[in-house]
């Protein structure tokens, strides 16, 4: 006889996965902090935030007491009505978006975030219409959210003819594998200045997105002269530049949205997960007069029967309130230098750490078989391929021994909830540090230290 779980998945679609491996996931049963409860009462770190969404952990006593009122006196009206919830989350926005993005649109993911800013721009750009995006990118799953996406998980959605036309892909801002192969600071930071020749070769070029730092493909933190030449030829060449803060946004780097690293502000800012601790689904599209101006005789031809949903909205005043406690504690500024540091000694004993990158909350752990020529154990390609990838025996090994952290094709993902103390990150350190050797065992052995690439300024 099936259990409840065989029942279960038999009848749900898995997400990302073949379904013949969506058989027994683990029931996840309590969270509380930094942790997470399966149904026989085991503790697990969440050394991911689960997916780089709960960067308040789990249980926040002020959220939940936040979506309770709300559920107890408006659940839902209709958006063409105003309501107090939307409203008090607007103004909490404006408290900590970057100056000029102060008009926004609420949806209920990041996914869907990028197909509202996808239709700000398409309509106020015409007849420009084509979107540069980046190689190591997600933008999301739907038909133009995977269009914008350079990561393996577009390759399916074109062989099933879902992804959008008019998306034109730039080499990445990758530091450790320089598309160029070139070395900072002598590379000029070609990546940023071959836009213009690519915006100008292109023609109808109408917005370039990215992440600011890019998150699931890698933590890739661009050299500070990145963004602002990124700015400056996107405003020479009259297109929009969005930033996708889905995942960088809501402190994770260490400041409220990433861009404010290097000063830039997009035309238009898109965030979701940590906008509500994750308590609740949320997207939102902010967008600057550059961009609002234009619909105020055009039509906005965009909306959701859930948009400003007033439960979904009701967390995001109690999180911004949370979230400036917190940075105002110092606690988050003190645990994120702990983490780097341990991160580096961690590299320091393992030889298959090829690069050890990140700031703030928001880390990577390349993997790879030989530092020397950086071999990977795998590659991009055998992301959906169904074969056992190292990272995945990483992150499995931690997770028996009481560890979560998520993994992609080559690289670890170290983002904690913001909480997190210095003895919980020793604690999943010391887990880490033995899963590490599963790969230790499979190395090439080479005199070289594992790389610090994103170390611009020594
Ligand atoms: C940078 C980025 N953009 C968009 C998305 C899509 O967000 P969602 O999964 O909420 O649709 C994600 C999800 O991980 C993301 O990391």
């Not at 409203?87 to 197909?115: I, Q, Y």
Request: hydrophobic share 40%; proline share 5%; with cysteine.
């Amino acid at each position: 006889m099936k259990n409840m779980i065989e029942e279960f998945t038999e009848h749900t679609y898995g997400t990302w996965n073949r379904q013949k491996a969506w058989k027994t996931p683990i029931l996840i049963k309590d969270a509380e902090g930094v942790y997470i409860y399966d149904d026989k009462g085991k503790p697990y770190l969440d050394f991911s935030s689960q997916l780089m969404c709960s960067n308040l952990g789990h249980k926040n006593k002020a959220i939940i007491e936040a979506i309770i009122k709300q559920a107890e006196k408006l659940p839902y009206v209709a958006p063409a009505f105003a309501n107090e919830s939307a409203m008090a989350a607007v103004e909490a926005l404006r408290s900590v978006m970057p100056e000029g993005l102060d008009k926004f649109f609420f949806s209920t993911s990041g996914t869907e975030a990028n197909e509202a800013a996808l239709k700000m721009v398409r309509q106020s750009k015409a007849p420009a219409y084509k979107i540069i995006s980046r190689y190591h990118s997600y933008h999301g799953a739907t038909s133009a959210g995977a269009a914008f996406t350079g990561d393996p998980r577009r390759w399916f959605s074109e062989q099933a003819r879902c992804t959008i036309e008019g998306v034109r892909f730039a080499p990445d801002n990758y530091c450790y594998r320089c598309p160029f192969a070139l070395k900072y600071p002598e590379c000029n930071v070609q990546c940023a200045r071959y836009l213009d020749y690519m915006i100008k070769e292109e023609g109808n070029v109408a917005a370039m997105i990215v992440e600011p730092v890019v998150g699931t493909n890698g933590r890739i933190v661009p050299p500070p002269e990145y963004f602002p030449i990124l700015r400056r030829i996107c405003d020479e060449n009259e297109v929009l530049l969005i930033a996708d803060e889905v995942m960088s946004g809501w402190f994770r780097t260490g400041t409220a949205f990433a861009m404010e690293h290097w000063d830039v502000i997009p035309d238009i800012l898109t965030t979701a997960k940590g906008s509500t601790g994750a308590y609740t689904p949320v997207g939102i599209t902010a967008s600057t007069q550059s961009v609002s101006d234009f619909f105020e005789e055009a039509l906005f031809c965009h909306g959701h029967t859930y948009a400003y949903h007033p439960l979904a909205a009701s967390p995001i005043p109690a999180a911004v309130s949370e979230y400036k406690k917190l940075m105002d504690s110092g606690l988050p500024q003190k645990t994120s230098k702990h983490l780097q540091e341990k991160l580096y000694e961690l590299a320091e004993n393992h030889e298959c750490i090829g690069d050890v990158r990140g700031i703030g909350h928001f880390w990577a752990l390349e993997i790879v078989k030989n530092r020397k020529t950086k071999e990977p154990f795998d590659v991009k390609a055998d992301k959906l391929s169904g074969k056992a990838l190292m990272t995945g025996k990483i992150a499995a090994d931690s997770m028996n021994n009481g560890l979560y952290m998520a993994a992609w094709y080559d690289t670890l993902v170290i983002a904690p909830p913001l909480i997190i103390t210095e003895e919980q990150i020793d604690e999943a350190i010391d887990i880490l540090d033995q899963s590490l050797v599963i790969g230790d065992k499979e190395v090439v052995s080479t005199d070289m230290p594992a790389s610090r690439s994103s170390e611009y300024i020594k």
